[in-house]
C-alpha cells in the first residue's frame, strides 16, 4: 500500500468533505447538539465555585495558600471523621484534605511528608478534576524546585454509614450521548458516502485507472473517517471537560469505537452502489447503532436489554460512561474494549473480504 | 513497435458477450480509431486495456506491460479520458489538477502547465459546476496527461459537444499525436473517425467486422465512380472501375461540357451499414 497515494485521496475527501452541506451538517450536529444542551441544562459544573475542606491541626502555608484562592470556599474541621463525613455527604465538599502535623517544617526539610486527599467521587466530572488541579498546582508552589509532599489520593463514593447510590450526572450521560452519536455519524453517514459518492458520480473509475489501488482508496477513506471522528471526539471532549474521570479508558474507548464505526461505514460503502442507498440505509442504521445510548438511562425489558447488548456500542457507552464517571474497572473495561476490538477486527475482516472480491 | 496489442479478447457479462476475439494492434505514436453504435462493445474494450476489467478471455498488452498481471505498469504509462465527465464538482480545475498531479506523484506545478495547455489557465480557480462542457472535456484532457502517458485513451472525447468545442478537442488531439503520444479513441463520430484516425476497426455486436485506414475502407467497400453534371444541367454516374466510361469522363471533360465532378465515394457511414446492416447511430 503506498502512503502517499492514501494521503493524497484523505487530504483531498478531507477539504472536498466540508464542501458538502450534508456532510458538513453531520459532523457539525452533535458537537452542536452538546453545546446546545450545555448551555441550556447548565449541566457542566461552574468549577470557579469549589468548596473544600480541609483537616490543618497545625495550620499549614497550604490551607493559607488555599483559603486565598478566588472562587474557593475551605471549611475547616476538627478531625479526619468530619474531613470524611464532608466530603461524603451530596452537595457538601468537592474534596477534602488531611493535613499532617507539622507539614510546614517537613516540607522545608525536604522530607516529603504524606498529604491525603480525599475526592467526593458524588460530583461531577470537572468539579474534581478542578479540585485536583488546585491542590496540586498548590502543593507545589510551596517548593517549585522538587516534589514538597507525596500526595495520596482517595475516592469517596457514599456518605459515611449510608448505602452506595449509584448517582445520574446529566453531563457525563449527555456527554456519552453526543460522542457516540459524532463517532456514528461521521463512520456510518460520512464513510459511506464519500466512497459511493465515488461510485455514484464515476469518479472511482478516474481513482482506479490512476496508480492507486481499490485497497488506498478505502484507506484514504478510512483516514479521512478518523480525522473527523478525532476532530469531532477532540472537540467535544475539549468543549465538556471529557477529560476528568479516567482520561486513558476514554481515549481507548473513542480509539476503537472510531474504528470500529469507520469499518462499518466502509463496509456500507462497499456494498451500496447509491447516494439513494445510502441516505435510505443509513439512518436506518444510525438509529440501531445509537439505541444503546438512549436505552442506558432507562429500565428496559430484559429482552430489550439484552438485544441492546448486541449491539457493539452498547460497548462503547458503557466503556464511555464508566471513563468519565471515573468508575471504570479492570475487568469491565476489558470486557468492553475486548468486544469493541473484536467487532473492529470483524467489520475490518468483511471489508477486505468484499475488496479482495472486487479487486481485478 | 506496438504500443498495444490485442489477441482473441473477450468479455462476457451474465452470458452476454460484449467483446468478442477482438485483435488488434495500435503502433506507437498512431490514432486508431474503434467506430460502432452504442453497445458495440468499445467501451469495455477501453476498460478490459485500461486494467479496469479483467479480459474472460484473450490476451491484451498495453506500453508491453499485460493488462491484468502488470495492472500497475499499465497504469502509469496511459491517460484515460472517459465517456462521462468525471470531475470532482465542489473542487476548482486547479484543485482537480492538483489532486491528479499528488496522486501520480507529480510536481504540483504540473497542474498549472497542464491548465495552460489546455487553455483553461484564466478558470483554475472557478468551481467545475461553472465549466461548460467543452471546457470540462478539455480539463479531462488535460488530468489524463498530467504524468505525461505515452498512450491516450479517449472515450468517445466529443460526445455531446457543440461544433466549436468539438474542433478544439479535435486540433488537442492532432496536437498530442503530432508530439509521438499514441491515441486510442472510440466513437461513433464518422467525421470524426474520418478526420483524426490513422486506421480505425469497426466493431459491431462486440466483433470487429472491418480494420484498416479511412482511405483504404473506402476503397475495398466503396465504389469508385463520380457525378458529372453537364452545362445543360443533367447529370451521370460514371463507374471509374469501368475503363470505357473513365475514357468518356475524359473526352467531355476536354470538349468543355463538364460544369462540375463529385466524387460519390463511399462514407464511413455507409461502409457501416454495408458490413453490418445497420447505421452507427442506432
Known sequence: MNGRTVWAIAQKDIVDAVKNRYLLISLILPVGLSLMFRVLFGSVPDVGGLTMAVYDPSGSRLTAALQTQPGVKVLKVDSEEQLKEQVSKMGAAVGGIAVPLNFDSEVNSGRRPQLTVFLNMQKGGAQLAAFRELVSEQVWALNPAAEPARINWSEVSAAVGSPTTATFRLDAYLLVLFLVMSLTMTGAFVVPLLLVEEKDKHTMEFLLVSPATTSEVVAGKALTGLAYSALGAGTMIALNHGWSGNWPVTFFAVLLGALFLVAAGLLMGSVFRTMMQVNTWSSIIMLVLLAPTWFSVFQMPSVLETAVRLIPTYYLADLLNHSLNNTATLAGAGIDLAVLLGSMILAFGVVIWILRRQEL | ?282
Not at chain 2, 71 to 87: A, D, P, T, Y
Not at chain 2, 100 to 105: D, N, P, Q, S
Not at chain 2, 174 to 193: D, F, N, R, S
Request: with cysteine; net charge positive; proline share 3%.
Open chain 2, 1 to 282: 513497435m506496438n504500443s498495444i496489442e490485442t489477441k482473441n479478447l473477450s468479455r462476457t457479462f451474465n452470458g452476454r458477450k460484449a467483446v468478442q476475439e477482438v485483435t488488434f494492434t495500435v503502433e506507437e505514436g498512431e490514432i486508431f480509431g474503434l467506430l460502432g453504435p452504442n453497445g458495440a462493445g468499445k467501451t469495455t474494450t477501453i476498460r478490459m486495456l485500461t486494467g479496469q476489467l479483467r479480459p474472460t478471455t484473450g490476451e491484451a498488452t498495453v506500453a508491453g506491460f499485460h493488462v491484468v498481471r502488470d495492472r500497475g505498469r499499465v497504469k502509469s504509462k496511459i491517460g484515460v479520458v472517459f465517456e462521462f465527465q468525471n470531475l470532482y464538482e465542489r473542487m476548482t480545475g486547479g484543485e482537480n489538477l492538483r489532486f491528479a498531479a499528488r496522486l501520480y506523484g507529480c510536481d504540483e506545478r504540473r497542474a498549472r502547465e497542464m491548465l495552460e495547455r489546455v487553455d483553461l489557465q484564466e478558470r483554475a480557480n472557478d468551481p467545475i459546476r461553472s465549466y461548460s462542457n467543452g471546457m470540462k472535456q478539455r480539463l479531462l484532457i488535460a488530468r489524463a496527461l498530467i504524468h505525461e502517458p505515452r498512450i491516450l485513451f479517449l472515450d468517445e472525447p466529443t460526445k455531446g459537444l457543440d461544433p466549436t468545442a468539438s474542433r478544439k478537442i479535435r486540433d488537442l488531439v492532432k496536437e498530442l499525436a503530432g508530439q509521438g503520444v499514441t491515441i486510442l479513441l472510440t466513437t461513433h463520430y464518422m467525421e470524426e473517425a474520418d478526420q483524426l484516425c490513422q486506421r480505425l476497426a469497426f466493431l459491431n455486436e462486440g466483433r470487429i467486422v472491418a480494420l484498416d485506414t479511412p482511405r483504404q475502407l473506402k476503397v475495398t467497400y466503396g465504389q469508385r465512380s463520380v457525378q458529372a453534371t453537364f452545362t445543360d444541367g443533367q447529370s451521370r454516374i460514371l463507374n471509374l472501375d469501368h475503363p470505357q466510361e473513365g475514357r468518356l469522363l475524359g473526352e467531355w471533360a476536354a470538349d468543355g461540357r463538364i460544369m462540375t465532378i463529385h466524387s460519390m465515394e463511399a462514407t464511413l457511414e455507409e461502409i457501416f451499414i454495408r458490413l453490418t446492416g445497420k447505421g452507427l447511430a442506432e
